[in-house]
């Protein structure tokens, strides 16, 4: 009995994953829900999704690099990344390309 279409298109998929080697994000809008919150004292605040974090360590975990490049300076969301292993954070690049390429 032949696979159903469904299927042989997950192993196609599948087959690509496999030539991934390293995960490149940015911050906002890519980690975060697209918001800032402002305070009193005018810090900005973003919100981050837990799950993301948790796929981060898995892919931490399992050998492959990954590396944040984002145009903000916030030492908070160094700091939150770092805490989840990153090595690679690259905050306030206005041009990424030149580090995406370098990375």
């Given amino acids: 009995m032949p696979l159903p279409e469904t299927t042989v298109e997950l192993v196609h998929l599948f087959d690509k994953f496999r ?5 490149i994000f940015d911050v906002d ?4 829900d697209n918001s800032v919150h ?8 973003r919100r981050m999704n837990i799950r993301d974090g948790l796929g981060i360590k898995i892919a931490l975990r399992n050998g ?10 916030s030492q908070g969301v160094v700091k939150r990344l770092s805490g989840l292993g990153i ?17």
Avoid: M, N
Avoid at 38 to 45: C, D, K, R, Y
Avoid at 64 to 73: A, D, K, L, N, Q
């Fill in 19 to 23: 030539t991934v080697r390293a995960f």
């Fill in 29 to 32: 809008g890519v980690l975060t």
């Fill in 38 to 45: 402002v305070t009193e004292s005018g810090e900005q605040l």
């Fill in 64 to 73: 492959f690099p990954v590396c944040i490049i984002t145009g903000g300076r």
């Fill in 87 to 103: 090595e690679h954070i690259y905050s306030g690049i206005e041009d990424k390309w030149p580090v995406f390429q370098q990375f």
